[in-house]
């Protein structure tokens, strides 16, 4: 258990709302990431951070806004929900180990825009 | 840029049988860690194992191993004794030095167990 809480945990709603999904850490890591996940892409990073409000684009950042106002706290928003976010979002956090460092996953969150 | 390709999309074994799942990656970095990560039907992703690439011993983790092969750029995963719990999509991943600890991922290999 890598002390990772997401939530929502799934979330139906309409093309144009606002959607954030929480990620949360009990562990008070330093980075912390954003990915989603589709079909035929395995897990594409969306955003991460690397402290309080240090924060930087992944591969598939547009539509995505994200804020860290705290360590235990990674929001991630859609400001403006689209199909094509139709996704499991995924919450990860870096745990050094050895001279490196693993990553852990969140559960998931299910998002489906209608 | 990092680059992971998974080139079985399905795999299928035996129940007590041995499977090798393949993954070849790319990287400028001298400096970088490999993954390999398992997701069941209920998409929690689990990490099965870790490799530096510093080190020449390839990893274990009871029935899982790995074959590392730096220089082709190389790292399959072993599954020994399969079990119906092994039946699952796997990820390859890679974390290249400085980059923030972001990994780079495979789009997996869906394992099939038969009894």
């Known amino acids: 258990d890598a002390g990772i809480t997401q939530s929502p945990r799934h979330k139906v709603t309409e093309t144009g709302t606002p959607v954030t999904l929480r990620c949360h850490q009990t562990?008070?890591?330093?980075?912390m990431y954003w990915y989603r996940q589709d079909p035929g892409h395995g897990l594409r990073l969306i955003h991460y951070?690397?402290?309080?409000?240090?924060?930087d684009k992944g591969e598939v950042s547009d539509g995505y806004s994200v804020s860290r106002s705290k360590t235990e706290d990674f929001l991630l928003t859609l400001e403006s929900a689209t199909s094509s976010q139709t996704s499991v979002y995924f919450c990860a956090i870096s745990v050094k180990q050895g001279s490196g460092n693993t990553i852990y996953f969140g559960e998931g969150s299910w998002l489906t825009v209608v | 840029a990092q680059t992971v390709t998974q080139s079985q999309p399905e795999m299928s074994v035996q129940e007590a049988e041995t499977v090798t799942l393949s993954c070849t990656y790319d990287?400028?970095?001298?400096?970088?860690?490999l993954f390999w990560y398992k997701q069941p039907p209920s998409r929690q992703m689990i990490l099965v194992i870790r490799q530096e690439a510093y080190k020449q011993q390839n990893a274990t983790e009871n029935r899982f191993s790995v074959n590392f092969q730096k220089a082709a750029k190389s790292f399959s995963l072993k599954i020994s004794d399969s079990q119906l719990g092994d039946a699952a999509m796997y990820f390859c991943a890679l974390n290249s030095g400085g980059s923030n600890y972001k990994l780079t991922f495979g789009k997996g290999t869906l394992l099939t167990v038969n009894p």
């Open positions: 951070s690397y402290g309080v409000k240090d924060t």
């Open positions: 562990e008070n890591h330093r980075y």
């Open positions: 990287t400028s970095e001298s400096d970088y860690y």
